[in-house]
Structure formats: C-alpha cells, structure tokens
C-alpha cells in the first residue's frame, strides 16, 4: 500500500523511451487562463522533444479563444492537414498529424457554464479522436478553483505539470499498434 510520502503523480517512466522522432503532432490550446494553458503547453512540448526525440519542427501549434472551440479546431485542423501538401505522417490515416494534443484550462466560476462546456469539450473531443481514427489527447482540466489549476500545470511548489503526461501519451497513441514500439512491461 502506497503512502503518501511514496505516492508520486503522473505516468510512470518505462514508457518514457518510446522514439517519436518520425512523429508529427498537432498541439491546440485555447487562450483562456493564458498562463497555466502555457505552462501546460510547454510541458507536453518538453515531453514530445526531450523525451520522445520529437523534432521541433514536426510540431505545430494553433490556438483558439476558449476550450469550447477545441473540437471544432482539432477536427478542422486534421482535415486541411490532408490538403495542405504537408508532409505525410507514418501512420496510416489520412491525415497530416500522428496524435492531437488539445490543451484547455476551465476554472468553475458562479454559473453552470462550466458544467456545460466541460461536457461539451469531452464529447467533442472523444469523438474526433473515433471518427478520425488520429489519437486526440485529452488536455483539459476541469477545476473547481485557481489553485487545482496552478498545480496541475506545475506552478505551486507540491504541483506537477501534467501536460508532460500528455505529451507523452500521445507518442504513445501515436505508436499503438505498430510493431516493435512497444517496450515490456512485464
Ligand atoms: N470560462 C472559460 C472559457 N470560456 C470560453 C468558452 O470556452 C468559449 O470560448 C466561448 O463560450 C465561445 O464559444 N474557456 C476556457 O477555456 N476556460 C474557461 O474557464
Ligand atoms: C468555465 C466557465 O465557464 C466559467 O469560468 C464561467 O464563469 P461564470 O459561471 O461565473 O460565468
């Protein structure tokens, strides 16, 4: 039984080998709650390029006004990654991208508008991920206050940044089923 004192959040390391150095990914946040959106983007990018070997510059970054627009974004976004004579990604959908890393921050304010598009963003999100068959990374967080948002970006002394475990599960997804990527676990 874990204690508090051994209890670490986050993903576990092993799968932190995993080469994603012929990636292409597509991160899109919103611009809400600017600075904990930014420190989540820079974790998940430090993830894809320190971790996973992803070069810079097969990462792309759009942004959009709140999380809301985050499916509609991610959706429009992998379908002109087909007519944009982008370079192709390895796996073998139609789209220009490996994985979409959408990354939004929603703080509960005194309505049930949080309710509301916390809701909305989740299905929106899951089915963009199904209907395109690209892994779409869930990178929302749902707080009921500043300072659940602040830790979870890794902006308070005990926080951990958790766009980092998004960067890398979507190496991860990105990698599902192809032969060979996939390190023991025992
Ligand atoms: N309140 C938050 C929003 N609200 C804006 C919406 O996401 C959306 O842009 C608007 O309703 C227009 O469609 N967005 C966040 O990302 N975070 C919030 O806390
Ligand atoms: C996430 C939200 O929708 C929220 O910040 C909106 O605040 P309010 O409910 O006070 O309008």
């Not at 994603?20 to 600017?34: D, P, Y």
């Not at 509960?108 to 395109?132: C, M, N, P, W």
């Not at 068959?133 to 009921?144: A, D, E, H, K, R």
């Amino acid at each position: 039984m874990s204690t508090s004192k051994d209890f670490s959040k986050g993903l576990p390391t092993q799968h932190n080998v995993l080469d994603g150095s012929k990636l292409r990914v597509l991160i899109v946040h919103a611009r809400w709650n600017e600075k904990i959106v930014g420190a989540l983007v820079n974790g998940a990018i430090e993830a894809l390029v320190e971790r996973h070997q992803v070069p810079h510059d097969h990462i792309t970054i759009e942004t959009v006004p709140g999380s809301y627009e985050l499916p509609f974004a991610a959706r429009r976004l992998l379908d002109v990654s087909t007519r944009s004579g982008a370079p192709r990604a390895i796996t073998a959908t139609q789209y220009g991208y490996d994985a979409v890393i959408t990354i939004g921050v929603l703080i509960k304010g005194e309505t049930q508008h949080f309710e509301y598009i916390s809701e909305a963003v989740t299905h929106g999100l899951t089915r963009v991920g199904l209907d395109t068959g690209v892994p779409v990374i869930f990178g929302v967080l749902t707080c009921l206050s500043d300072e659940q948002a602040l830790a979870r970006a890794g902006l308070t002394e005990k926080g951990h940044n958790h766009g980092l475990d998004w960067g890398s599960a979507a190496v991860e997804m990105a990698l599902l089923g192809q032969a060979n990527v996939m390190p023991h676990t025992g």
